[in-house]
């Protein structure tokens, strides 16, 4: 089992609708969880970082954590083609799953 | 754009040499963690360095090594390449250690090794 698990996808929506992005780590004791943005021939960016059980918003992006399912999610809510792109999960900081690639159609 | 630089840009290299990459961290950070990057992959985590002592190593062998030096800036060494270690390398920067750090982990453009 990967220590970091995401669909690669591509996971594809329409302009103004809501991407859900999923992933599943193995270390139960992990406590810290990450989602980075990626865009083609660039390096990652930190969109934001959640610690706590339930819900982080920030602008249009919400985070969600349930740990006793070890699941960390990342909703997109009004989807523009800028945000195509690939997003990783990373947990403690440094434990990257492979991305899931989001295409956001005009 | 972050404040971290990194270089070369590109690097092309046959098998069995060696390879030196830098990064220079964004001012006021002090700790900075490389990662090696596969097509289609997410980054994998090589080492950190803090305050110039490794603290901290993923699943990579010791052919792979690092430095930090006092201004924070930082090298990553590679022996004896393989055609495998053809990938994007990464340095992120970030103040301090623990978890905390990584609420601003910062990376670098990144360097392309290619492996002939």
């Known amino acids: 089992q990967k220590e970091v698990e995401q669909n690669s996808g591509p996971l594809s929506v329409p302009e103004g609708a809501i991407a859900s992005l999923n992933c599943t780590y193995s270390d139960r004791g992990s406590q810290s969880f990450f989602w980075y943005r990626q865009y083609s021939g660039k390096s990652p960016e930190l969109i934001m970082f959640i610690y706590s059980n339930g819900d982080k918003e920030d602008g249009r992006f919400t985070a969600q954590l349930n740990k006793a399912s070890q699941y960390v999610s990342l909703l997109i809510r009004d989807s523009q083609p800028s945000d195509s792109a690939t997003y990783l999960c990373?947990?403690?900081?440094?434990?990257f799953g492979a991305g899931t690639r989001l295409t956001v159609k005009p | 754009e972050t404040g971290v630089t990194q270089s070369p840009t590109h690097l092309i290299k046959t098998r069995g040499q060696q390879v030196t990459l830098r990064c220079s961290s964004q001012?006021?950070?002090?700790?900075v963690s490389w990662y090696q990057q596969a097509l289609g992959q997410g980054p994998q985590f090589i080492f950190q360095?803090?305050?110039?002592?490794?603290?901290g190593r993923g699943n990579f062998p010791p052919r792979f090594s690092g430095l930090q030096f006092p201004n924070y800036s930082s090298e990553l060494n590679v022996n004896a390449l393989e055609l495998d270690d053809s990938a994007l390398y990464l340095c992120?920067?970030?103040?301090?250690?623990?978890?905390?750090?990584?609420?601003?982990?910062?990376f670098g453009p990144g360097t392309r090794l290619t492996v002939l």
């Open positions: 992120a920067s970030s103040l301090g250690q623990g978890a905390g750090a990584y609420n601003e982990q910062f």
């Open positions: 360095y803090y305050r110039e002592e490794e603290n």
């Open positions: 001012s006021g950070h002090n700790t």
């Open positions: 990373a947990v403690k900081g440094k434990r």
